[in-house]
C-alpha cells in the first residue's frame, strides 16, 4: 500500500515536471541579449534620433536582462489597436526599443487570441510615448501589445545604467 503511494506520488511529479518543461520549450516571443538593440527617439518636432545599445563589458546585465524581460511581457498579449490606441498626432514625443537579428528569428505570437508564426528580422516597441506598449514587427505590421507598468521604470535603469557607464 505504502509503495503504491510512492509510486503514484513518482508518477504525478514525473508528469508535472515533464509539462512544466515542455511549456518552456515553446517558441514564445523572448527577446534575448543575441540581438542587437537600438534605442529610436523622435521629438515633439518631428527630429528622430538613434542611439545603438551597447553596455560595456562590466555592466551589471542584469539591468538589460530585466529591460528584455519586462518588453517580453508587453509582447505575450498582442491585438489589433482600435483606433483610440493609435495617435493621429504628428508633434509628439516618443521612444521605441528596436531589436534587429542578424538571422530571422522564429515567433510564436498570441494576436486577438490566434496564434501567429513569424520569422522576424525586426521588432520596435513604444517604451515612452502617446502608445505605450505599441509593436512593430518587421516594421509593417503594427499591434498593441499589454499593458505594463513596469516597462518604463525597467526602460529608465536601463538608461542610467548607459549613461552612467559612458559618462565614466
Avoid at 18 to 28: A, E, Q, V, Y
Avoid at 124 to 153: A, D, F, H
Wanted: glycine share 4%; charged share 15%.
Amino acid at each position: 500500500m505504502l509503495r503504491r503511494k510512492i509510486s503514484m506520488f513518482g508518477l504525478t511529479l514525473a508528469i508535472l515536471f515533464t509539462s512544466l518543461f515542455l511549456n518552456g520549450c515553446s517558441p514564445k516571443p523572448f527577446l534575448t541579449q543575441d540581438g542587437t538593440y537600438v534605442i529610436l527617439s523622435v521629438s515633439p518636432t518631428g527630429m528622430n534620433q538613434s542611439e545603438l545599445l551597447e553596455l560595456p563589458w562590466n555592466t551589471n546585465m542584469a539591468v538589460l536582462q530585466k529591460f528584455l524581460l519586462e518588453a517580453s511581457f508587453v509582447l505575450s498579449d498582442l491585438h489589433t489597436p482600435s483606433p483610440s490606441e493609435t495617435s493621429t498626432e504628428t508633434l509628439v514625443k516618443a521612444t521605441k526599443i528596436q531589436a534587429n537579428f542578424p538571422q530571422p528569428k522564429r515567433m510564436k505570437f498570441m494576436v486577438d487570441n490566434h496564434t501567429l508564426n513569424l520569422d522576424v528580422q525586426s521588432i520596435q516597441i513604444e517604451v515612452e510615448g502617446p502608445n505605450v506598449g505599441q509593436v512593430i514587427i518587421n516594421q509593417t505590421i503594427i499591434l498593441q501589445g499589454l499593458e505594463n507598468p513596469n516597462l518604463q521604470p525597467a526602460f529608465q535603469e536601463l538608461l542610467d545604467a548607459l549613461h552612467n557607464n559612458k559618462a565614466k
